[in-house]
Each structure stands twice: as structure tokens, then as C-alpha cells.
């Protein structure tokens, strides 16, 4: 009973990269493009955005298409991007000297990027 629950269970392969130097919000601008797409498809919007999301995306794409590849013998042509999100990661405060011996605030922010993806 178990093997059949397992042969009908929808496997999806995920990647995921941790602390990278943008903004949250300028990295799910990117994931919206791709969300739901082919991951060819996806793997072509992202060759052709000019942001610096989608470089960062289009790596962890990449890992997730390999990870359901070899660790799950999926077929690469029948893959979609099931879920992709992206979550705030720990911001780094730091300070920029101004006139008169003063500092202003600013905060480095970071993301977790997370790209899911399953066979049709």
C-alpha cells in the first residue's frame, strides 16, 4: 500500500540559496516571470531579463533542474516551476560618514532564494 501512495505522490525537486546580497523585493519581480512557466521556458526569460535577480535565479533554477535530474530521475523536458519565493535573510546595518563627524543609516539586505520544480 505504501509503494502505491509513493508511486502516486507528486515528487518535486527543490533548491535554495541562502544570504545573497539584493533585495527581496527585487528578486520576486524576477521570480513572477517564471512562476508556473516550463523551466526551458523559464531558463530563456531569465537569459534575457537584464536584472541582477535573474542571474541569481537562473543558477538556482539550474541547481533545482539537476537535483530533480539525478536525484530523482525526473525528465527535464516535462519540468515546470512549481513554486518559487523569495524570503528576507539577516540585513547587515551599517553606517556612512557624513560632514560635522556625523553617520547615517543604511541597511544591506539579504534574500533566501527557493525554486521548487515538478514533472507535468
Known amino acids: 500500500m505504501d509503494a ?3 508511486e502516486t505522490a507528486k515528487l518535486e525537486a527543490r ?3 541562502r544570504q545573497v546580497r539584493i533585495s527581496p523585493t527585487k528578486v520576486r519581480q524576477v521570480l513572477a516571470l517564471i512562476r508556473g ?3 526551458e521556458e523559464a531558463m530563456t526569460i531569465l537569459r534575457f531579463s537584464p536584472q541582477k535577480a535573474a542571474r541569481i535565479v537562473s543558477k538556482v533554477l539550474q541547481s533545482a ?3 530533480a535530474e539525478h536525484n530523482y530521475g525526473m525528465d527535464t523536458d516535462k519540468l515546470r516551476v512549481l513554486a518559487a519565493c523569495a524570503d528576507q535573510g539577516p ?3 551599517r553606517f556612512r560618514p557624513v560632514s560635522m563627524g556625523r553617520a547615517h543609516p543604511y541597511v544591506h539586505r539579504t534574500s533566501h532564494v527557493t525554486v521548487t520544480v515538478a514533472e507535468r
Do not use: Q
Request: hydrophobic fraction near 55%; proline fraction near 0%; aromatic fraction near 0%.
Open 37 to 39: 512557466k516550463g523551466a
Open 91 to 93: 540585513s547587515m546595518k
Open 4 to 6: 502505491v501512495k509513493k
Open 65 to 67: 533542474i539537476a537535483n
Open 15 to 17: 533548491a535554495m540559496v
